[in-house]
T-cell receptor, first 118, second 114 residues
Framework: GAVVSQHPSWVICKSGTSVKIECRSL??????MFWYRQFPKQSLMLMAT?????????EQGVEKDKFLINHASLTLSTLTVTSAHPEDSSFYIC??????????????FGQGTRLTVV | AQSVTQPDIHITVSEGASLELRCNYS??????LFWYVQSPGQGLQLLLK??????LVQGIKGFEAEFKRSQSSFNLRKPSVHWSDAAEYFC????????????FGAGTRLFVKA
């Protein structure tokens, strides 16, 4: 299967600072990327969908000014958590898919980034 | 709207016993269905997927799932559970109609007792 890599795997930041998480497709062109958040012992909640070269589409209830998503290239999308607070501490996971793929191909997930805000 | 219901928050089975995890979905068109497994602190691993065709799908680690359109279900089964199967299991739905975004159920935590 295709490979999606996230960086960093874990990050600790101080309250009030911003942190950037990268999601890269290593062996395909990711025309679409999805960002999820997973709180401890909970499910994955879709935050937003980003298409290369376009503004991200955010799910209801997700603050787009707080979670900035940039998908400027076909292999990289970034999620920036601005002015992070302890309640933003979570596991953030991206997935990616190519428009060139047939319909019966799933999106591939990165390994996730554990964010802790202190 | 897409949604997935996993009615069992947690299940405990004895090692060697059979397992069935329930999943019901809501989707306005032909669904793509998935089962993922997640160990504590880890990412997701895809167990199996259904797009079309044979409604009984075989996956990795001896898992299988059956798509039943009439019941909007996609239950996961394994004939004999191993202690290493203890983990969180997520059922998910997606498809072309939803722009291929994948929506997850709440998850079922599997405990395996010796």
């Amino acid at each position: 299967g295709a490979v999606v890599s996230q960086h960093p795997s874990w990050v600790i930041c101080k309250s009030g600072t911003s942190v950037k998480i990268e999601c890269r497709s290593l062996d395909f062109q990711a025309t679409t990327m999805f960002w999820y958040r997973q709180f401890p012992k909970q499910s994955l909640m879709l935050m937003a969908t980003s298409n290369e070269g376009s503004k991200a589409t955010y799910e209801q209830g997700v603050e787009k000014d707080k979670f900035l998503i940039n998908h400027a290239s076909l292999t990289l999308s970034t999620l920036t958590v601005t002015s992070a607070h302890p309640e933003d501490s979570s596991f953030y996971i991206c997935s990616a898919r190519s428009l060139a793929w047939a319909g019966d191909t799933e999106a591939f997930f990165g390994q996730g980034t554990r964010l802790t805000v202190v | 709207a897409q949604s997935v219901t996993q009615p069992d928050i947690h299940i405990t089975v004895s090692e060697g016993a059979s397992l069935e995890l329930r999943c019901n979905y809501s989707y306005g068109a032909t669904p793509y269905l998935f089962w993922y497994v997640q160990s504590p602190g880890q990412g997701l691993q895809l167990l199996l997927k259904y797009f079309s065709g044979d409604t009984l799908v075989q996956g990795i680690k001896g898992f299988e799932a059956e798509f039943k359109r009439s019941q909007s279900s996609f239950n996961l089964r394994k004939p004999s559970v191993h202690w290493s199967d203890a983990a969180e299991y997520f059922c998910a739905v997606g498809g072309r109609t939803g722009g291929f975004k994948t929506i997850f159920g709440a998850g079922t935590r599997l405990f395996v007792k010796a």
